[in-house]
């Protein structure tokens, strides 16, 4: 009586799974349009006549921001796409091709599929905020410029009026980056759960894109305000608190706090399906 195969190893798999992700062009597409929004802003400040108003004219002169203008930007609704359209592709995609149902009989586990899965997502999103990140800081210090205090020492201008230096700049811009990271993952979370009912992207994408929209309605109308803490894009626009001094933690603690929750019941129900879900 022959052996049972033996499962994959975790290098092998997740590398197959980072292969697969970053050989599609569709993702090198989307990362691009994305690089491309933080210099079109910058180009934009730079050509733009009259005063400014919001956070953006914060940028002015103070390139250092722009990184965290654009991912506020961005999250609203480019981020998640970006995220959705990875999570649909993962699992809806390759049950419409017909790809998901070998993986389902392979000797790699179904729960070692599901966590393959969700890191080929969070690779995308984490490509795509570092893209975000890079873009925006050289297009920043190269067409903004930084603060006129640099030389005394400064980096970035904050939105309370004091001055930053380098280094806690850096730490800002990476706190920035990591909290939008998190986020995004409670969307991939929620896209993959969707993904794992459904062999059509298309309904994934509708259906979380609509979701986001849908909540930021909701959490727009004050009759419903009781409900608002629990909607998933409450909190969304905590990131540009890191431009405060003192940093304000309160936005950030929750929002993370919410993306967790989020993150943890979809991954309940990705589980509970792919488990139970026919080959």
């Known amino acids: 009586m022959s ?13 197959a799974e980072l292969r697969w992700v970053l050989r599609r062009p569709r993702t090198w597409v989307m990362v691009a349009l994305l690089g491309a929004v933080p210099v079109l802003m910058a180009i934009g400040l730079v050509l733009a006549d009259g005063p400014r108003r919001g956070l953006l004219s914060e940028v002015v002169g103070n390139g250092l921001t722009l990184p965290v203008a654009a991912l506020t930007l961005l999250m609203a609704l480019l981020l998640p796409l970006v995220v959705t359209v990875a999570a649909a592709d993962a699992i ?35 490509v795509a905020v570092a893209v975000v990140c890079v873009v925006g800081l050289v297009a920043g210090w190269a067409l903004i410029g930084p603060p006129a205090v640099v030389g005394d020492g400064g980096a970035l201008l904050t939105m309370s009026g004091s001055v930053l230096d380098l280094t806690s700049a850096a730490g800002r811009i990476a706190l920035a980056a990591l909290w939008t990271l998190g986020q995004l993952a409670a969307v991939g979370a929620v896209a993959l759960a969707v993904s794992s009912f459904t ?18 309605v909701l959490g727009a109308i004050p009759a419903l305000e009781p409900i608002r803490p629990f909607l998933l ?15 304000p933690t309160a936005g950030l603690v929750s929002s993370t706090g919410l ?15 792919m488990l139970r879900r026919d080959a």
């Open 199 to 216: 062999e059509h992207p298309l309904v994934v994408l509708s259906s979380v894109l609509g979701g986001i929209i849908l909540s930021g």
């Open 259 to 273: 993306a967790a929750g989020w993150f943890a019941a979809a991954a309940v129900v990705l589980v509970s399906r």
């Open 3 to 15: 052996a049972p195969p033996r499962p994959v190893s975790w290098p092998r798999l997740l590398g």
């Open 92 to 126: 809806a995609g390759e049950a419409q091709h017909g790809t998901l149902r070998g993986l389902l009989l392979a000797p790699v586990g179904r729960l070692r599929l599901v966590a393959m899965k969700a890191f080929g997502v969070l690779v995308v999103a984490a």
């Open 233 to 247: 894009t409450d909190g969304w626009a905590a990131g540009v608190d890191v431009l405060r001094d003192p940093l």
